[in-house]
């Protein structure tokens, strides 16, 4: 009967120092698992730069290749240049000719963008792709889907499932961005001039960056969390043991 008391403050301290551990280290991981994108804007007709968060999609095989297939409605599309990555448009032909927001002729679009890594990207690291590009004046409300094939040196993974609300997610979401209303500055489908497109690309560098980083930000937090939880499970568990101790002196 003397051992009971200080076998339970063991067992609770285990408890809460595993509890800890698990968050610690599965914190990280499920904040990297999908393929993620952000955005500088999502109004209806304005230029926006889109971050697609690469992380690891074949287990522990490096990335080789990324195919990015752009919606219908946005014929042109700037990749951002990656030291890491060659670039490559897939162009294909319209139906019908139309006429952008520029006025131009429009015959053709890009329907795809192809990033083939220089040196495949190892699975424990992970790298941010990004696309410049004007959204459809007329798709407010609208959900664009990017899907996003991501080939390694062994095997591939196609994250291009839709997210359907109300159900599920599924294993491989395909990266979205749900267009909002025209902003009235006059980035709303409207001509906007070059001077003002430039302005746009430039300082989106800095949004770019912070949203980069955001997946680690929120794995570094939660792995926080979890030390935290482990640590004052630790401090429950003396303090427990303690109690018992002095009880036991005590009788």
């Known amino acids: 009967m003397s051992e009971r008391p200080s076998v339970r403050p063991a067992l609770v301290t285990a408890a809460a120092l595993g509890a800890g551990a698990l968050l610690a280290l599965g914190a990280p991981l499920a904040a990297s698992a999908h393929v993620g994108v952000e955005s500088t804007s999502t109004a209806a007709g304005a230029y926006t730069v889109l971050g697609f968060g690469i992380p690891h999609g074949c287990g522990e095989s490096p990335t080789t290749k990324l195919t990015f297939t752009i919606p219908e409605g946005i014929d042109r599309v700037t ?139 929120v794995a570094r937090a939660l792995g926080i969390t979890g030390i935290v939880v482990g640590v004052a499970g630790l401090g429950l568990g003396l303090a427990v043991a303690l109690g018992a101790r002095r009880s036991r002196k005590s009788e």
């Open 79 to 217: 990749p951002t240049v990656n030291p890491g990555w060659t670039i490559e448009k897939v162009i294909e032909t319209l139906p019908e000719p139309k006429t952008d927001s520029h006025g131009a002729n429009v015959v053709e679009r890009v329907s795809q963008v192809v990033y083939t890594a220089v040196t495949p990207l190892p699975s424990d690291l992970r790298d941010v792709i990004e696309l410049s590009l004007q959204l459809p004046a007329d798709a407010e409300g609208e959900t664009l889907e990017f899907p996003v094939l991501q080939e390694c040196a062994e095997g591939s993974t196609d994250w291009s499932a839709p997210v359907v609300e109300g159900e599920e997610e599924p294993e491989h979401p395909a990266p979205s961005i749900t267009v909002t209303a025209a902003e009235p500055d006059g980035h709303h489908g409207g001509v906007v001039s070059a001077s003002e497109h430039g302005d746009a690309d430039a300082s989106a560098a800095s949004s770019d960056a912070a949203a980069a980083s955001a997946d680690d930000e």
